[in-house]
């Protein structure tokens, strides 16, 4: 078992440690804290195979997340009040059921990533960056004014979404939830980069023309791998949105995006488990600066700014002491 | 809708897209000659802005507070520079992301606890309050008129800088080759400190003169940051002149759709849909003209290559 492999299997069961403790510890609060680590781990995850994997830096991630968002919030604001969705040409029903909330985020998500992708990765480097930021920023604008789903004031979700046999709003009942989807998500990630299409992904962020020289076009490879990425990270929303019970345009701001980025740098680019050290050192800085002083973003840009100069393998990689993959 | 109304709303376009250029010239100075992404642009617009206000209220004087307003977002810009964005020129696009969104947050969250979070007003000065008489019986605010003109005043010295001046022969050779130019005895750090300072001042007079017509917050530069993007995007990147038109176009195509698609709508549905259709397409129809531009000019209407 290597290093980092060691550090991998660290960092979940000590996720997963400190939830079970805090639980029996009486303190839902920090289990809370906890679910919100697996979350932001997951929407990085998402993220980390269209930037780790493929080369691919999106800073329009937030328009996945916040997708998500609204897919659980739009379908339990139908399901209480009764109103379908859509009743031609086929009746959609809203729903709580998580079962069916995650499909329909998934796919909401895929298929935004696939209209978004399929025009930006006409383009590369900086204009991709800017491409896929303002696209987020076109859904935001378009979350704020669209007043049927709340607008600006964001849309409440009265009761959280439902699981077959489990208490969705006993706090550990969610985090487990939460942690399972993190996990699958990561074994997924795992096999995918070691895969024929991840050896791919990777050949088009390393040397695009001796992709094409095996005769791979590189554009269809990137457009799954953002697609995918897109689809897991608005998983992440729709349990982001149902952790809150709240979803709202700030999901969707370019804040989010660049919080996501900030998990998968802070702990490793294209690390496995990268974006579990960055959400979780994020969530503890931000607990704990938090509770220093109210304007805990600036020593927090400081670190961040630190770490970007100082050390760019992430916490993983001084960690680690590996190479940066690729 | 009457000829006079639209003519005011071409004008309003006309005055966003101005302060646009402002802000996007400065970008795509800094990313055509020293290869640099920076989210942190929308800062030294906020800097600007706030400088200008403080000193104004201090003084009483709008005109010190220009002044204060250049002098800080240029300070701010050097001194961020020197300490950091010097040491990115070298690095990938993602780290120069990175990098420069922690300087947004250490710039919010110190301008927040500088000046708290309530937004600071800032009024027009006397000498350009009142409206003036267009041609043609328009009544216009004079001190968006007075915007408009300054802007286009600085974009002329910008162009001739750029074209016509021993600093601008600098700053386009750095762009084409900065192994040349450092060979040929031009203090290379020293040029981009000035090109990094001369973008920042740039944004903080868009954000001083922008001042006093909005209201003056915390993070208030980054709509403004995303809307610069989307201009140098439709201009094409390092391009000075396609980011005048670019910005002419974004700002005159965001103000008349907002004031022209409800209206639209209304002509075929109720008029609270129509508003709400009307208001939400218009918030992305800047986007949409991106997304066409791109589909058929993948590096902007005037970019050489990405």
Redesign the interface.
């Known amino acids: 078992m290597s290093r980092e492999t060691a550090l991998n299997a660290a960092l979940l069961l000590g996720l997963l440690g400190v939830a079970l403790v805090a639980m029996a510890a009486a303190e839902p609060f920090i289990v809370t804290l906890a679910t919100k680590v697996a979350i932001l781990a997951l929407a990085g995850v998402g993220l980390n195979i269209a930037l780790g994997l493929g080369g691919m830096v999106s800073f329009g991630h937030a328009a996945f997340f916040g997708l998500g968002g609204y897919a659980t919030g739009v379908l339990a604001s139908h399901a209480l009040n009764y109103e379908p969705l859509m009743e031609t040409p086929i009746l959609i029903e809203g729903t709580t059921q998580m079962l069916v909330i995650w499909p329909v985020a998934m796919a909401l998500s895929g298929v935004a990533a696939l209209a978004i992708g399929a025009l930006s990765l006409r383009t590369s480097g900086i204009f991709f960056i800017m491409i896929t930021l303002a696209f987020a920023q076109m859904i935001y604008y378009f979350a704020i004014s669209w007043p049927a789903y709340g607008g600006e004031d964001g849309l409440s979700i009265y009761v959280r979404s439902e699981f077959p046999g489990l208490d969705t709003l006993d706090p550990i009942q969610f985090f487990a939830i939460c942690f399972a989807l993190l996990c699958l998500a990561l074994l997924f990630s795992a096999m995918l980069a070691r895969s024929r299409f991840g050896l791919a992904l990777s050949g088009a962020r390393q040397n695009e023309a001796r992709l094409r020289a095996v005769g791979i076009g590189p554009y269809g490879v990137r457009l799954i791998a953002f697609v995918i990425s897109g689809m897991i990270t608005g998983l992440a929303g729709a349990l982001f949105a149902d952790l809150n019970r709240f979803v709202s345009p700030s999901m969707l701001d370019w804040h989010t995006s660049g919080q996501i980025i900030v998990f998968v740098i802070l702990g490793g680019v294209g690390r496995l488990c990268g974006p579990v050290a960055g959400a979780g050192l994020y969530i503890l800085l931000e607990h704990n600066l938090g509770g220093l002083t109210e304007f805990w973003q600036a020593p927090f840009g400081l670190l961040l700014l630190l770490v970007v100069l100082f050390a760019p393998g992430g916490i993983i990689g001084l960690l680690a002491r590996g190479r940066r993959h690729g | 809708m009457s000829l006079i109304l639209l003519i005011e709303q071409v004008l309003n376009g006309l005055q966003l897209g101005v302060m646009l250029f402002l802000m996007a010239a400065g970008l795509t100075l800094v990313?055509g000659v020293m290869g640099l992404?920076n989210l942190a642009h929308g800062s030294l617009y906020m800097v600007g802005a706030f400088a200008c206000a403080a000193v104004a209220a201090a003084t009483g004087s709008f005109w010190l507070g220009l002044a204060a307003s250049l002098a800080a977002a240029a300070g701010a810009g050097a001194l961020v520079e020197i300490t950091?964005i010097r040491?990115l020129y070298r690095r990938d696009?993602?780290?120069q992301?990175?990098?420069t969104?922690?300087?947004?947050?250490?710039f919010?969250?110190?301008v927040?606890?500088l000046f708290g979070s309530f937004p600071l007003y800032l009024d027009t000065p006397p000498l350009l309050a009142g409206a003036v008489t267009l041609p043609g019986g328009i009544e216009y605010p004079l001190y968006r008129l007075a915007i408009i003109v300054a802007g286009l005043v600085v974009a002329t010295g910008l162009f001739l800088l750029i074209g016509r001046t021993r600093l601008g022969v600098r700053i386009r050779a750095g762009e084409s080759d900065r192994e040349m130019i450092a060979a040929l005895g031009v203090d290379i750090d020293r040029l981009y400190t000035a090109v990094f300072a001369l973008g920042a001042a740039l944004a903080g007079f868009a954000g001083a003169m922008v001042g006093a017509i909005q209201s003056v917050q915390v993070g208030m530069g980054?709509p403004v940051l995303?809307l610069a993007?989307?201009v140098?995007?439709i201009g094409g990147?390092g391009s000075i002149k396609g980011a005048l038109i670019g910005a002419i176009l974004v700002g005159v195509t965001d103000t008349l759709g907002r004031f022209l698609l409800p209206i639209a709508f209304g002509a075929v549905m109720e008029p609270s849909a129509a508003t709400?259709i009307g208001?939400?397409l218009?918030?992305?129809l800047i986007?949409?003209l991106?997304?066409l531009v791109?589909?058929f000019r993948?590096?902007g209407l005037f970019g050489a290559g990405?």
């Open positions: 990313f992404i950091v040491r696009h993602l780290d992301v990175l990098a969104f922690a300087l947004i947050l250490i919010s969250e110190s927040r606890w980054e995303i993007f989307v140098i995007v990147v709400a208001a939400s218009a918030s992305m986007y949409i991106m997304a791109l589909v993948p590096t990405a």
